[in-house]
């Protein structure tokens, strides 16, 4: 049997705690991908893709969306976990807006959101 002084037990019990992880074993480990927070799929009536652009708003930040890289039909929004209202629009076409859209936080981030705007 191997005795263990109270304080050094104390201490490998706090430990994994205080870092905010009950099991280290388990911890997640979160490499430098930035994910957004909202990706929107723009398209017509016709459900074919359409390029847009367009805004978002989480309390009293606000910003452009995004496109993906080689995508003008996808945008992204870069943001904290909170209520989005994103706003997009076409070239001639009405605004499409969608209020109240809840991002929670992820482990490595907010989890990303996902809409569809279809833009008349």
């Known amino acids: ?7 050094l037990a104390a201490a490998c019990i706090a430990l994994p705690l205080a870092a905010g992880c009950s099991d280290v074993t388990t ?9 957004p927070s909202v990706l ?19 309390g009293t930040l606000s910003d452009s969306l995004r496109h993906l890289p080689g995508d003008s039909a996808r945008l992204a929004a870069y943001g904290p976990a909170g209520v989005y209202t994103v706003r ?7 605004p499409w ?4 859209v809840y991002v929670t936080a992820g482990q ?8 569809e705007a279809t833009i008349r």
Do not use: E, H, K
């Open 27 to 35: 911890a997640t480990v979160c490499d430098n991908t930035t994910v």
């Open 88 to 94: 997009v629009q076409g070239q001639g076409t009405a």
């Open 40 to 58: 929107v799929s723009v398209m017509n009536d016709a459900r074919q893709p359409v390029s847009a652009s367009g805004t978002w708003t989480a």
């Open 97 to 100: 807006v969608a209020t109240n």
């Open 1 to 7: 049997m191997i005795r263990v002084p109270p304080r």
């Open 108 to 115: 490595c981030g907010p989890a990303t959101a996902y809409l």
